[in-house]
Nanobody
Framework: EVQLAESGGGSVQAGGSLNLSCTASGFSFGDFERGWYRQGPGNECVWVAVIDVRGRLYYGAAVEGRVTISQDNAKNTLYLVMSSLKPEDTATYFC???????????????RGPGTQVTVSS
């Protein structure tokens, strides 16, 4: 059974940090492009960070410089370290994998249920 399970969300004040994790089962992250997306209160859905099949890293403009994506192949787990958080970062963050990932959200082949991040001013 394919599953994606995120953890690490929570509530922080502006300027704070959070570390998110996403563990996959039933498939290998390494076989797909994989990354983090977020869906905000207005239901807008955008990319945060992606690792392509060659291991290259890509970051959304809204978060670049403040987040780092990484992966532990042995644990089949994706990570997102976030710092200098802003209230506008408030969203449900979820991990996703597919043969190709883009800066916009779509019907991902694999998608986790998400973890809530709330940043207060």
């Amino acid at each position: 059974e394919v599953q994606l399970a995120e953890s690490g969300g929570g509530s922080v004040q502006a300027g704070g940090s959070l570390n998110l994790s996403c563990t996959a089962s039933g498939f290998s992250f390494g076989d797909f492009e994989r990354g983090w997306y977020r869906q905000g209160p207005g239901n807008e859905c955008v990319w945060v960070a992606v690792i392509d099949v060659r291991g290259r890293l890509y970051y959304g403009a809204a978060v670049e410089g403040r987040v780092t994506i990484s992966q532990d192949n042995a644990k089949n787990t994706l990570y997102l370290v976030m710092s200098s958080l802003k209230p506008e970062d408030t969203a449900t963050y979820f991990c996703a994998a597919d043969s190709d990932l883009y800066s916009w959200c779509f019907d991902f082949k694999y998608r986790g249920p998400g973890t809530q991040v709330t940043v207060s001013s």
